[in-house]
């Protein structure tokens, strides 16, 4: 193997020693221009994107920081608030549910289980209600099947209440 590169080796010496001055020098130059091709394809091209797009990519990821930051300062107040008995939280979901929905909602309890059936429930309030009964009954949507009616969401929400206390 080695005594086949020594020959290649060699055979293109007397190759480039065959070549006039002027042939040497153009071959010289042209392995020089694709020399540094290579190196600004490959190793300076790329850096100068990266530094490119850094400022905005740093941007992005601290917007994400800071909302990551948000999210774990409202769970750990979720957290440190007190429990909430079963009772309570059907008060507040039943409470709500008149303020927020009217009569086009009802609710239906079967153990920890809340099913909500909505007619026409227009959708600003029923996010409202949703985030009111997360945050006060602590009560969790587990399921939805929604429709966009004429006059609002038609459907049903199934909610789960904390645990008993």
């Given at each position: 193997?080695?005594?086949?590169?020594?020959?290649?080796?060699?055979?293109?010496?007397?190759?480039?020693?065959r070549?006039?001055?002027?042939?040497?020098?153009?071959?010289?130059l042209?392995?020089?221009v694709?020399l540094?091709?290579?190196?600004?394809?490959?190793?300076?091209?790329?850096?100068?994107?990266?530094?490119k797009?850094?400022?905005?990519?740093h941007?992005?990821l601290?917007?994400?920081?800071?909302?990551m930051?948000?999210?774990?300062?409202?769970?750990?107040?979720?957290?440190?608030?007190?429990?909430?008995t079963?009772?309570?939280?059907?008060?507040?979901?039943?409470?709500?549910?008149?303020?927020?929905?009217?009569?086009?909602?009802?609710?239906?309890?079967?153990?920890?289980?809340v099913?909500?059936?909505?007619?026409?429930?227009?959708?600003?309030?029923?996010?409202?209600?949703?985030?009111?009964?997360?945050?006060?009954?602590?009560?969790?949507?587990t399921?939805?099947?929604?429709?966009r009616?004429?006059?609002?969401?038609?459907?049903?929400?199934?909610?789960?209440l904390?645990?008993?206390?």
């Open positions: 193997m080695s005594g086949d590169i020594t020959g290649r080796l060699q055979f293109a010496a007397r190759a480039w020693a070549l006039g001055l002027r042939e040497r020098r153009m071959l010289a042209a392995g020089a694709v540094v091709a290579l190196v600004w394809a490959l190793g300076i091209a790329p850096a100068l994107k990266t530094l797009t850094a400022p905005a990519q941007e992005i601290d917007a994400q920081l800071q909302s930051h948000k999210l774990a300062a409202q769970a750990k107040g979720l957290q440190n608030r007190p429990a909430v079963r009772a309570d939280a059907l008060r507040v979901l039943e409470s709500s549910l008149r303020q927020r929905l009217g009569a086009g909602a009802q609710l239906n309890v079967v153990g920890d289980r099913t909500v059936v909505l007619k026409g429930a227009a959708p600003d309030m029923l996010a409202q209600w949703l985030a009111h009964a997360r945050v006060t009954a602590r009560a969790v949507a399921q939805s099947r929604l429709t009616g004429a006059s609002g969401w038609d459907g049903t929400v199934v909610l789960e904390p645990a008993s206390s």
